[in-house]
Structures are given as structure tokens and as C-alpha cells.
């Protein structure tokens, strides 16, 4: 009779689990197919496809292939065309190879099997999460986590799509995970797992390398504690040695199996490129743009092979990005990262039920009624870490970069949460009526889980006024801006659209005439685009914000913040009805424009596509250099001085830290160099 109850039971928390699982894979596919393609996305997928197909590993080198590689698994077997690689510079072959490869195809079927393989790293995620949490505390907290992630805000936004922050989310709590059933219970079957999962973390994104630290600040606690019983007789310096002994060589078990993962996601191969083709340009040359010790050391790597050549140049172009990516933060534009990014954007976008739940586990640890030091240590110091660093780093574009504090904090949470329910019944009715807020603040955003901002910042309809990037406006509401052109009958309209140049809008059905920005003139698409244009104008939060252009002062689209739209699109694209003045923008492409004919050997037309520049808006400062550039190629160089010398009092007018992105060049250029 005993063991008929107990399989009962089993039975019956297997099915909670499978149906809270179904839970969350339903809300995300859901939603997802309501929502276009992201930014990166037709990158990663080209990068990935190409790695199965041809061996290509330099496609979007800036994130291992973990991700890329089980995404792209439905597509195989598609008929597709793909395009031919040209050798540009390795990001532009892979966001322009993987547009071409999306949209001369079934881009939609191409997408929807993707995302759904991708994931498969979420479901993965919150599984780990209720097994961890269950083992730690109990199956009444196992369920609680599950029920915390199945409705997330920031795990629903991000879990089915071809990123790579779920999965690196995933993995790095499985290694932590397997190592807290290493230290438990020491056996040969656990240090693999925990060898193999540490793989898997570095295989799924750069940051991956954390999980170094974590299980080596995590090994030191349990030298320092007493989880461990020396055993009788036995000193407990002499217990304490032996523990570090056998943890030392368990990390540096683990350091060596997961190198090994690392190198079997790359086929074991240390070229990037197939046929003995290189990156363009080639590492030797690329990593010259980092500080000197940098450099040194990933050429080590390199010169001795230490990992593979497409994973060393991702590391030099994580520090690259990081050096000049710009932040918006609350309105403002800073040329860098700043510290207090990540932990605002968590109060942020953290359901209010979350934040006073982990409040509510603090407290619970504070009292001592959370108890089991190994287990609250192995949720708290990982996400410590993860946090400072985070801080530290000079990229701030996405909450997505700190996802997995939530798993580590869910388990927490629900270990805190039980305690407290255990200690008074009251709270059970406390609990449950947060669990309850934190779902249904989730689900009145969908299918927009990406805005999600917590009521006490005003939800979702406000997110844009403090954060950007894909913290809102990924560039994923093209399937709504079509439904809602398509309501009105709209056939003539303006678009300053995040993802211009790397989506193509058309496919979607959207017949508005793009307006620039900077993602466009990175690609080099060209655009005539007059100094007043009548509306519709529709503008994506993250070009609105214009902190891809690194300064208020240079954003094109300032103006439109003050202005009250007609309406907004899913939270992130803002419509405007009326005539515009848009000097800049067209002053930008008069600029553009100019370059290109000037490269083409055309050099009277590109005088006169910088005048017009110029005459457009005189105080631009591209318009200002493609001005002068064209009179220097005709041999013009006093001309040429004067445009320089605008240009360069217009650069010395930019804030600080924006203004060294611009005052060299120019002086280089006036110095005739």
C-alpha cells in the first residue's frame, strides 16, 4: 500500500512538472509567432547553418555554437538557397549573408522550427531549476521555482529565440548544479556531468568562462566551512587539507573536459574557416585594436592553440564592442557602459511580486529560517559574481545579459518562501497571492513580453522612457506594424525602423520608405530621404532613443521624443501624424551618398551630394567630412580646411567621452593625413 502511494505521488509531481512545463513552452511559442524576426537572429541562424553545411565557424565568431548549432537543426533539411560569402568584414558577411539567407526564402517556416529548437534550452532551464530547488529544499519548493519561471517576463521574451542568453542562463546553473551534487556526494559520474555542463556553458556564449570562477569561489567555501566530517580521530586542518585536495583536482577535471566540449563544438578543428580561408581581417590584425596585454595573451592562445581560433576572436571582439558601445539609461545617452545599469534595469523589469519574494528570502536568511549554508551558498555566490561583472562591463544594452540571476534567485526564492510558510501557515496565503500577481503581471503583456516593465515603473508602455535595446524594442513588432498599416488602409509612410539594413522590412509587407540610421549607414544602404516629409512616421523605441548614435546631440529623430504619437505599436513603435522637418536624417543620407560616389571615382557627384549635405544641416558633422573628403579628392584642400575645421568645432561641442570618437579623425584629416 506504501509503494502504491508513492508512485501516486511520483506520478503526480511528474505531471505537475510536465504541466508546467507546457506551461511555459505554450506562452513562448505562442508569442513568438506573433512577433518578427530580432536583430540578430537571421545572423545566428546563417552562422549556424553554414557550420553544419560547410564547416564555417568565422559566421558571427562573437558567440560559440552551441545555440546556433541546435537551432538550426529543423532547417537542414529545407531546400533553401544561400548565398554566396563574399569576404566583406566578418559581421557584415554574416547579418548581410543571413538576410539574404532568411528572406530569399521561407523566412517565417525558417524562423518558427528555429526559435521552437531553441527552446528547448528554456524548457531545459526551468527543469534544472524545480530538480536543483527539489534537492535543496523539497518538492513543495522544486514546484514553487517552476511556477516562479514558467511565467517570467524576461525568461518568456528571450527563451524561443536564436540567442544565446537562455541557453547560457541554462547551463552555467547546470554546472553549478552538478558540482553541488559533486561536493555532496563525490563520484566519478557527477565530476563528468559537471565537466560536460561547464563545456556547455562555454560552447553557449563567451561568458560562459564564469563558470571558472564561480565553482572556484564555490570550492573555497567549502574548504572554509564544515560540510564535511573529517572523520574520528582525524585533525580538522588535516580534513580540511585532504577536501582541498580532492576540490582541486575536481576543478582542474573539470577545467580540462570542458575545454574538451568546447573543442568538439568546433569539430575539433582550430581554423575558423574552411579550405584554409581567413577571417576577415584576420585575428593577428584584429586583436591589435585591444590594449597590449590583451593582445599578448589571446596571441598566446592562438600562437599555441590553447582553443580555437573563431572562439579567441569572439573574446577580442567581446572586449572590442565593449570599448565604444554606447548606453541610454532614464533618457540619457552615455558614450559607455555605466555600473549602475544592470541592477536599475533589474528593479526595472523584475515583476514587483519577484522583487519582494527574493526580499522576503533575504530575510528568511537574515533570521535563519532559510537554513543549509552549502545550499544558500551555491545560490548566492554564483549570481554575485555574474552581477559584478556584469557591472564592470562597458555593454549595456539588454537585461537579457544578466538572465541568469533568475534561476540561481527563483531557487532561493522558493527555499525562502517554504521557510516562511513552514514557520507560519499565514504566509501560504501570502505567498500564493504574489505567485498569483507575478503571473498575471506577465501575461497582461502578452505577446510583448520584451517591453515588460513592473507597474511600479509605469508597465510596459513606459519601458521605452528608461531602457532600450532589447530590453523593448529588438526590432520584433513587424507582424503588428503590418496589422496595424493594414487597418488604416496606410500605403505612403516613413520608417526609422532598429533593425533597417539587417531585416528586410519588405518581406513583411510594410510599404513604408525607410528613414536612416546608423545600423543603415553601417550597411551602406542607401535612401533618399528629403528635409520635410509628411506622415505617417513611424519610429522603433531603439532609434527614437538614437543611442546607436552615441549623443543626443547627434540623434536625428530628437525631436520626436517631446512630440505626444498618435499611437504606439507594441509598446515600441511610435506613430506620428503631420509634416516633419528631418534635416539631419536627410543631411545623413545626402552624406552617405557622397561617400559612395566619392569611393566610385565620382567626384563631382560627390561634391554635390556633400553640398547638399551641408547646405541641409551645417552644423552635421558627417555632412561637414564628406564635404571636406570631396574637396580633398578634387584637389581642393583649402576648401577642404574650412569643412574639416566646421566639422571639428561642431565635434568639440559634443558631450565628453563623444567628442574623442570624432576629434582625432578630424584632426588627422586637417593635418592632411
Known amino acids: 500500500m506504501a509503494e502504491t502511494s508513492e508512485n501516486k505521488r511520483a506520478w503526480a509531481v511528474a505531471a505537475g512538472v510536465v504541466i508546467l512545463l507546457a506551461v511555459l513552452a505554450g506562452q513562448m511559442l505562442l508569442s513568438i509567432r506573433q512577433e518578427s524576426i530580432t536583430w540578430d537572429e537571421d545572423n545566428h541562424i546563417f552562422a549556424g547553418y553554414m557550420s553544419w553545411k560547410h564547416g564555417e565557424f568565422g559566421l558571427n565568431p562573437e558567440h560559440p555554437p552551441l545555440v546556433k548549432l541546435v537551432s538550426t537543426l529543423p532547417i537542414l533539411r529545407m531546400p533553401l538557397a544561400v548565398p554566396e560569402l563574399q569576404n566583406r568584414f566578418f559581421k557584415l558577411d554574416a547579418f548581410l549573408g543571413g538576410k539574404d539567407f532568411l528572406f530569399k526564402n521561407d523566412a517565417d517556416a525558417m524562423v518558427l522550427r528555429t526559435r521552437a529548437a531553441a527552446a528547448v534550452f528554456a524548457v531545459l532551464l526551468a527543469l534544472l531549476a524545480f530538480l536543483a530547488t527539489r534537492e535543496m529544499f523539497g518538492t513543495g519548493p522544486g514546484f514553487l521555482a517552476l511556477g516562479v519561471l514558467a511565467f517570467e517576463p524576461n525568461l518568456l521574451a528571450h527563451g524561443a529565440r536564436v540567442t544565446t542568453d537562455v541557453a547560457l542562463s541554462c547551463f552555467l546553473f547546470a554546472g553549478v548544479y552538478a558540482f553541488y551534487r559533486y561536493v555532496k556526494r563525490p563520484s566519478a559520474l557527477r565530476l563528468v556531468t559537471a565537466g560536460v555542463a561547464a563545456g556547455f556553458a562555454l560552447s553557449a556564449k563567451h561568458t560562459g568562462i564564469l563558470i571558472f570562477p564561480m565553482l572556484l569561489l564555490l570550492a573555497l567555501a567549502e574548504v572554509a566551512g564544515k560540510n564535511e566530517v573529517a572523520g574520528p580521530g582525524?585533525?580538522?586542518?588535516?580534513?580540511?587539507?585532504?577536501?582541498?585536495?580532492?576540490?582541486?583536482?575536481?576543478?582542474?577535471?573539470?577545467?580540462?573536459?570542458?575545454?574538451?566540449?568546447l573543442w568538439a563544438f568546433y569539430g575539433f578543428r582550430y581554423k575558423a574557416r574552411p579550405g584554409g580561408l581567413e577571417i576577415n581581417p584576420p585575428l593577428a590584425e584584429f586583436v591589435q585594436q585591444l590594449r597590449p596585454h590583451e593582445a599578448q595573451l589571446l596571441s598566446a592562445f592562438a600562437h599555441w592553440r590553447v582553443l580555437p581560433e573563431s572562439y579567441i576572436y569572439g573574446l577580442a571582439d567581446v572586449r572590442v564592442m565593449g570599448d565604444f558601445y554606447p548606453t541610454y539609461f532614464f533618457g540619457k545617452v552615455y558614450p559607455h557602459g555605466v555600473w549602475f545599469y544592470f541592477p536599475a534595469a533589474f528593479v526595472i523589469k523584475s515583476t514587483v511580486a519577484f522583487l519582494i519574494l527574493l526580499l522576503l528570502a533575504v530575510w528568511?536568511?537574515?533570521?535563519?529560517?532559510?537554513?543549509?549554508?552549502?545550499?544558500?551558498?551555491?545560490?548566492?555566490?554564483?549570481?554575485?559574481?555574474y552581477l559584478w561583472v556584469a557591472m564592470s562591463a562597458r555593454i549595456n544594452i539588454g537585461l537579457r545579459h544578466i538572465l541568469p540571476l533568475y534561476v540561481f534567485l527563483t531557487a532561493l526564492i522558493a527555499g525562502g518562501a517554504w521557510a516562511l510558510i513552514r514557520r507560519k501557515r499565514v504566509w501560504a496565503y501570502v505567498i500564493g497571492a504574489l505567485l498569483v500577481f507575478h503571473a498575471v503581471s506577465s501575461a497582461l503583456v502578452f505577446p510583448s513580453y520584451m517591453a515588460y516593465a513592473n507597474e511600479l515603473w509605469g508597465g510596459p508602455a513606459s519601458t521605452y522612457k528608461y531602457l532600450s535595446d532589447s530590453n523593448v524594442d529588438w526590432a520584433q513588432q513587424l507582424k503588428g506594424v503590418k496589422k496595424y498599416l493594414d487597418a488604416r488602409g496606410v500605403k505612403n509612410c516613413w520608417f526609422a525602423y532598429f533593425a533597417e539594413g539587417v531585416v528586410d522590412t519588405k518581406y513583411y509587407g510594410i510599404p513604408c520608405k525607410p528613414l536612416i540610421s546608423p545600423d543603415t549607414m553601417w550597411v551602406n544602404e542607401e535612401m533618399d530621404i528629403p528635409a520635410e516629409i509628411d506622415g505617417p512616421v513611424l519610429i522603433s523605441a531603439g532609434t527614437l532613443s538614437g543611442y546607436e548614435f552615441g549623443s543626443d546631440q547627434l540623434n536625428p529623430y530628437r525631436a520626436f521624443q517631446s512630440m505626444r504619437p498618435a499611437a504606439v505599436i507594441q509598446y515600441a513603435v511610435f506613430v506620428y501624424e503631420g509634416r516633419f522637418a528631418v534635416h539631419r536624417a536627410s543631411a545623413l543620407s545626402y552624406a552617405q551618398k557622397s561617400r559612395n560616389l566619392r569611393v566610385a571615382g565620382r567626384l563631382e557627384e560627390a561634391l554635390a551630394a556633400a553640398q547638399a549635405a551641408a547646405a541641409t544641416e551645417p552644423d552635421c558633422i558627417p555632412a561637414q567630412t564628406a564635404l571636406g573628403d570631396a574637396l580633398r579628392a578634387l584637389?581642393?584642400?583649402?576648401?577642404?580646411?574650412?569643412?574639416?575645421?566646421?566639422?571639428?568645432?561642431?565635434?568639440?561641442?559634443?558631450?565628453?567621452?563623444?567628442?574623442?570618437?570624432?576629434v582625432p579623425g578630424l584632426e588627422r584629416k586637417l593635418a592632411g593625413k
Do not use: H
Not at 241 to 253: C, D, W
Not at 369 to 382: N, V
Open 234 to 261: 582525524v585533525p580538522e586542518a588535516a580534513g580540511r587539507k585532504k577536501r582541498a585536495l580532492r576540490l582541486g583536482g575536481a576543478l582542474v577535471a573539470i577545467g580540462v573536459m570542458a575545454v574538451a566540449v
Open 364 to 385: 528568511a536568511i537574515a533570521k535563519g529560517w532559510l537554513r543549509g549554508r552549502r545550499e544558500i551558498l551555491f545560490l548566492t555566490i554564483p549570481p554575485i559574481l
Open 635 to 662: 584637389g581642393r584642400p583649402e576648401e577642404a580646411r574650412v569643412a574639416y575645421e566646421t566639422a571639428l568645432g561642431a565635434a568639440n561641442r559634443l558631450e565628453p567621452g563623444v567628442r574623442e570618437n570624432w
